[in-house]
């Protein structure tokens, strides 16, 4: 037994961090407003083909929860707002609602979350406002009553308006005529450890301040950043602006141990022509740079290290959504299942390969050396680095969880990897190894153990430069959640770390 036991636990700790699930907190919205759409089930051999984990529905559509059964993809699934008024008065109709769009798929298609309508609030329809939390409360009776209360979520979704104040993002609240409904919404959220589900787009807050440095700030781009004058922190991104002022929100009404989770983002690619911002190229740098945010895993300023469910808007473009042209033109994939525009989704460009390759180099034969982060490169600039360099089709999966080269997991470790890579492109330029001012290039070998830092013209049999130990070996190494451990404890060789780690525990399995 103590083997079994032993072994159990050896697994555990090899196997916790598995490319697997890296992606885990990525997901998508699978509307059905067209009439060119392709099959549910091509759809959901697309969606396996990509490194998205969980898709969000507006209804429940059986054919495509049964679609997505046995494939592991976690769905959230929605309840019409024309349908709470009857569930709000009847637990009977809220059982009835669950025995046709639960019962019949779950466990093999994994539903994980009800939404009970969609952006209730911002209907200002009094009456069916009232009716929210009732139908809220009714669909976890009635899952409750099939012994799934726990194990499929409630909640609702509600659109960025609902906060009153969100800037600067300490001070986000919600509005005052919302805050009364609210209350209640949030004490259910509470009790049943369900998330608090938003929409926010940082499109529409560069559609109200259209300034160059508004858009590169919107984009995940290298830009000044902005100073929270509560905080004195510097948010280099508006969605990490936006989620925070959420989370100020919840903390403002006492429930700041909500989790906050995003139902809606993304960008358009085409829209009217008096429209600033719509394009193929910044939707293709928002998404991909938003992904690349995620899969660093740093979160947000006031939840670091904490990476945020995030479900990309959308999976494909809607032609019979109606409101402004942009409206219909949020599509990762068109109908024919090619990309729109590549982001990093197919799992051969996010997992992290067993060794880190080179990308496709400048013509030069040999290169001057690799580039690094300068030594005074504040986290903020290297984490905007980050984020940047992996929405650019750089392949980034080495630095992420289980990739060859993400330990030490740190900010300045995996920008300089990033970075690199980014340069490698055109070694020839100078200027690629610049980012602000924030990098420099050196000839000293940056590369470690089976993590190798790819340069033009570099056989691999040079030697190891003391460049490494300013990125790898340093005496601490700042996390990305931002927090302080010793790289002595990293360095250790892995029969030694289990040896530390899992061998105490045989002594201790009373507990189990």
Not at 292 to 304: C, N, Q, W
Not at 479 to 497: A, D, K, R, Y
């Amino acid at each position: 037994m103590a083997h079994s036991i032993f072994f159990f636990s050896l697994f555990l700790f090899l196997f916790s961090n598995s490319p697997a699930d890296a992606d885990s907190f990525i997901g998508v919205n699978y509307g059905l407003l067209a009439d060119n759409l392709p099959s549910p089930s091509d759809a959901a051999k697309l969606i396996q083909s990509s490194s998205i984990q969980k898709v969000r529905l507006y209804g429940a559509d059986p054919t495509i929860i049964k679609s997505l059964a046995g494939t592991g993809v976690g769905i959230v699934i929605g309840v019409a707002n024309g349908d709470l008024p009857s569930l709000a008065s009847d637990l009977n109709v809220a059982s009835q609602w669950i025995g046709t769009n639960v019962l019949p798929f779950y466990p093999a298609s994994d539903i994980i979350l009800i939404n009970v309508g969609n952006e209730i609030l911002l209907s200002n329809d009094l009456n069916l406002v009232s009716q929210l939390l009732p139908a809220m409360q009714n669909v976890q009776k009635a899952l409750e009553a099939v012994s799934l209360g726990g194990k499929i979520k409630v909640s609702t979704v509600h659109a960025m308006t609902v906060l009153g104040q969100s800037d600067p993002p300490s001070a986000g609240s919600f509005a005052p005529g919302y805050q009364a409904g609210l209350k209640g919404i949030l004490q259910f959220l509470s009790e049943t450890g369900s998330p608090f589900v938003i929409n926010p787009y940082p499109f529409f807050a560069y559609l109200g301040d259209q300034r160059p440095e508004t858009l590169s700030f919107c984009l995940f781009q290298p830009n000044p950043g902005r100073v929270d004058s509560n905080t004195g922190i510097k948010y280099m991104n508006m969605f990490d602006a936006q989620v925070d002022a959420v989370h100020s929100a919840l903390k403002s009404m006492g429930f700041e141990n909500v989790e906050v989770v995003v139902a809606e983002t993304g960008w358009p690619t085409s829209g009217d022509s008096n429209v600033v911002g719509p394009s193929v190229e910044n939707a293709q740098t928002y998404n991909g740079n938003l992904i690349a945010h995620l899969r660093s895993m740093v979160g947000t300023p006031l939840r670091p290290g904490k990476p945020i469910d995030t479900y990309i808007f959308a999976l494909f473009d809607e032609n019979l959504k109606p409101g402004p042209s942009f409206e219909r033109s949020f599509g990762l994939f068109k109908p024919d299942l090619t990309m729109a525009y590549d982001i990093g989704l197919t799992k051969t460009s996010s997992s992290g390969s067993q060794t880190s390759q080179s990308p496709p180099l400048g013509k030069s034969a040999t290169s001057v050396g690799w580039c690094v982060p300068m030594e005074d490169a504040t986290e903020e600039q290297l984490q905007a680095s980050l984020d940047w360099v992996c929405g650019q089709g750089i392949d980034c999966g080495p630095i992420t969880p289980g990739g060859v080269c993400f330990e030490p997991n740190n900010v300045m470790s995996h920008t300089a990897y990033a970075m690199n890579l980014y340069f490698q492109k055109s070694p020839e330029n100078p200027t690629d190894c610049d980012f602000s001012q924030t990098a420099r290039i050196t000839s000293n070998n940056p590369s470690y153990s089976n993590c190798v830092y790819p340069r033009a013209g570099w056989s691999g049999d040079e030697s190891l430069g003391g460049a490494m130990n300013k990125y790898v070996t340093s005496d601490k190494t700042i996390e990305t959640n931002g927090s302080e451990c010793s790289s002595s404890f990293l360095s250790l060789p892995l029969f030694m770390i289990i040896f530390f780690i899992v061998l105490p525990l045989s002594h201790h399995m009373n507990f189990l």
